[in-house]
């Protein structure tokens, strides 16, 4: 079965310091991977895409996320976290059919 | 820039009561997705349409039905609203008929049905 999984429920990090958001998958054939930010009491919002190339994908506000096609993962990483940053983060993959299933979410918050 | 809009932000219902949720996208996108957000459920697909008049069932489309009468606007109908329809709800839209283009998403409507 296809599925995506955020194993995290939360992550915790201090300001100014690296974070990592987990994100592992399954579906047949090539990946299409997709993170999004949800701020409070507001719409998602696409940060970054892989569909092909680069393993390591840049997006939007200083995210960045690593492809690794052998761990079938797509973990998504800011080098230097900010307060701001604190949202809930969603992983989702393309399935087909126009179809795309989302994870349920982390929670990340960074402390000043 | 894209944007999508809810009809609503908040909305109380009654347990029968006929609901009607409504979504307009501006940028032309052919396709339009109707989502439920629950914690720790992440986002389930209830219906989606790549076309107008068309329409295609999610993984819960129980109890929920939709209308695509014009390609900027799908609606999300609840025939007769259940205390578990209490949630919230994100309409989306995207362009194209590849794998590659992400979705934008409205800013939500939190209906509470008691």
């Known amino acids: 079965a296809q599925s995506v999984a955020q194993p995290e429920d939360q992550v915790n990090v201090a300001e100014g310091n690296p974070l990592t958001v987990k994100c592992t998958y399954s579906?047949?054939?090539?990946?299409?991977l997709f993170w999004y930010v949800q701020y409070p009491n507001r719409g998602l919002q696409f940060l970054l895409k892989?569909?092909?190339?680069?393993?390591l994908v840049k997006g939007s506000y200083g995210f960045e996320a690593e492809f690794n096609k052998s761990q079938t993962s797509f973990h998504l990483k800011k080098p230097s976290a900010l307060v701001s940053d604190s949202a809930l983060y969603f992983c989702?993959?393309?399935?087909?059919?126009?179809?795309?299933?989302f994870g349920a979410g982390t929670r990340l918050f960074v402390k000043a | 820039d894209v944007k999508v809009t809810q009809s609503s932000r908040y909305l109380v219902k009654r347990t029968g009561e006929k609901v009607f949720l409504e979504c307009v996208q501006d940028?032309?996108?052919?396709?339009m997705f109707w989502y439920r957000q629950d914690p720790g459920l992440g986002l389930r697909l209830i219906y989606f349409?790549?076309?107008?008049?068309?329409?295609e069932k999610g993984d819960i489309p129980e109890g929920y039905s939709v209308s695509r009468e014009k390609k900027e606007r799908f609606s999300l109908i609840l025939e007769s609203a259940s205390t578990n329809q209490t949630s919230m709800y994100l309409c989306?839209?995207?362009?194209?008929?590849?794998?590659?283009?992400?979705?934008?998403f409205g800013p939500g409507t939190r209906l509470t049905v008691t």
């Open positions: 989702a993959v393309y399935t087909g059919g126009f179809k795309t299933i």
């Open positions: 579906v047949s054939g090539n990946p299409y």
């Open positions: 892989y569909i092909t190339g680069d393993n």
């Open positions: 940028m032309d996108h052919e396709n």
């Open positions: 349409s790549y076309d107008v008049k068309m329409k």
């Open positions: 989306a839209s995207n362009r194209g008929r590849v794998p590659n283009y992400e979705q934008y």
